[in-house]
């Protein structure tokens, strides 16, 4: 009740966010990295990496462990220099100013709790190093203990609470000194898996309601499809992609984002022809000859070989040959299926030996599998979800 | 009760062998204390409440029963109320914490930022600088403090290097003093320090560090505000692995101090063999330890109920 009247009170008239102001080309970018590396010895943690989010922005960094995405997070944050290039936030350039006079605050994945201190003071720790008034940070500590409903606790010391609690500790801690900018170090990596997603929505309506940029650094694909306004993708000090999560769903730049996200299904083919005006090109499956049309915006020419991926979600399984324009359609036989309740994922066998994976709502109620091991299949799925990659 | 019913109970009882196990291999540390603790201290104790006598041994029994006897039990608090009459007693008591009390203030002074750079190093650093720090121990105490009577005696290197760079014209008196006493306590002491030191700073969350300066902790801040609260049960570890064996130590006062650096340790040690006056000595030892122990019990106690 009390938490709702809080949050109503903060919420801007105007929302904060312009729906994708990464497209505006006016807009100025809020943090701005331009060429920045960092170098331990000879080990190239980020490499050249150019990067700009927008005021508002919940903007994840996503990549695998040793990709460099911490390191890119401790830079912003003034724990590490960074070995070249620079970083500006809200027109400032970061590079003489050390961490505890940069307005940024950060959420640590192991949340880094003051064990000693109560959750009150951990809370109100910011803002006492910011000389403020006693009664003034007894307020703002108040008021940020209920937005994050730590009221009742906040006189106990970190290790009589929960791993959920000890991280609505850490995010308030960060939050009360109302920075320009909250980095997130895999938020919630250290929770289950309801507290994960009930935190999730939480994160989204908190950084809505306070209009704080957020920078989030996961390796969980799902949390930053979920979370994200924009994702990038990050491996080898580089980033791979960066786009909104269902630009790098869908259209993934290579098989590396592509693979990264959830799973798909990979095929080569070679290009019979090319249509220049539509942006489409014909291509033949290799072994199996079964032909497809795709879109594409890459230039490629008779010959090439090409890798067509399909979402699994995206193919139609079936015992009988579907009829339809637009369609791909290929034959196999069930080898093994999965039975998750609201969908059952096959794993089919084409006739040139490849095993396709399927994923199919089951959205008609019936207590005995439609499709059993080896029944022979036809595959098939709109050629608009064909997507072309070039590795 | 069905089959099912007392396989169940069965692995709720602990076979006997187990029971007796567990029993006997918690027992080894009680006995040990035991067997080298409390029966010598019972000893010491009992001694304490005799009278010493010119016999072997130096002091009389507690109790007589023969029927000549004017009565049967001889203990005495004279050695106690004799203590309270002699203030030797008190200054050297009061001498030997002084003298403790500082040497660990320095040991911690020193130790701590030593622990702390020594914690910070990389790993393979690091391993050599902890074996520099244990290093002495592999050469024999008192080998060292002999060392020490040599650098800073009348004719020792430490006045030879003075009086040939020109700084003094005659050997300053360095030996014999209580300052000789603090650095050779400072001296053989500082590992113990060290030591707990370095384990509680190494094992700490540096991401707690980060944290701090995030919110907008200055560096000394960051160590007034988390190093150096977290670290507090090294320091207690540290300062009284120092501070008890200091305020007893012997034989750093008799080598390096004067005449007149009376610690109880040198008192205890005259009474013993000097004046051969067992029970005294005893209620020496006895009021020490009462001395020592009871502050570390009210300290522990605090603790846990700080938990």
Partial sequence: MNKKHLMEAQRPTKPYVAETPWLDLEAKPFIQIKGLSKKFDTFLAVDNVDLDIYKGELFTILGGSGCGKSTLLRMLAGFETPSAGQIIIDGVDMASIPAYDRPINMMFQSYAVFPHMTVEQNVGYGLKKDKLAKAEIATRVKDMLELVQLSELAKRKPHHLSGGQRQRVALARALIKKPKVLLLDEPLAALDKKLREQTQFELMNLQYELGITFVVVTHDQEEAMTLSTRVAVMDAGKFIQIGTPTQVYESPHNRFVADFFGTINFFNATVLSTDPEAQTLTAQLEKTGTQLEAKTEGSFSASDEVTIAVRPEKISVSQERPEGDNLTITKGTVEDLAYYGNRSVYRVRSQSGRIIQVSAQNNQRSEQLVLEWDDAVYLSWNSSCNVVLSE | ?307
């Fill in chain 2, 1 to 307: 009760m069905t089959g099912y019913k007392r396989a169940l109970t069965k692995t709720y009882h602990q076979p006997l062998g187990d029971k007796l196990w567990r029993n006997f291999v918690i027992g080894i540390p009680y006995f040990w204390l035991l067997l080298f603790f409390l029966a010598p201290f019972a000893i010491v104790f009992k001694i304490s409440f005799a009278s010493p006598i010119v016999a072997q041994p130096p002091f009389t029994p507690l109790f007589d029963f023969s029927s000549n006897a004017s009565q049967w039990l001889l203990a005495t608090w004279d050695n106690y109320r004799f203590l309270t009459e002699d203030n030797l007693y008190w200054v050297s008591y009061f001498k030997s914490i002084k003298i403790a009390a500082i040497s660990t203030l320095i040991c911690l002074l020193i130790g701590y930022p030593m622990a702390y750079g020594i914690a910070r190093a990389t790993p393979t650093t690091r391993n050599i600088l902890l074996m520099l720090v244990i290093l002495p121990f592999w050469t024999s105490f008192l080998l060292r403090v002999y060392a020490w009577m040599g650098l800073l005696g009348k004719n020792g290197i430490v006045n030879s290097l003075l009086m040939n760079v020109g700084l003094i014209d005659s050997p300053l008196q360095m030996l014999y003093t209580d300052m000789a006493v603090y650095l050779g306590i400072v001296y053989t002491y500082i590992p113990f320090m060290i030591l707990p030191l370095y384990a509680t700073l190494e094992k700490m969350d540096l991401s707690l560090h980060d944290a701090a300066a995030d919110l907008g902790a200055k560096p000394w801040q960051t160590f007034i505000d988390v190093t150096l609260p977290l670290s507090i049960p090294g320091i207690v570890a540290g300062s009284l692995l120092v501070f008890i064996p200091a305020i007893g130590e012997y034989v750093i006062p008799a080598l390096l101090g004067g005449i007149d650096s009376l610690m109880i340790g040198r008192t205890l040690y005259d009474e013993f063999f000097v004046n051969r006056d067992w029970p005294l000595a005893s209620a020496v030892a006895t009021i020490l330890l009462i001395i020592v122990v009871i502050p570390i019990m009210l300290f522990q106690r605090s603790q846990q109920e700080q938990e």
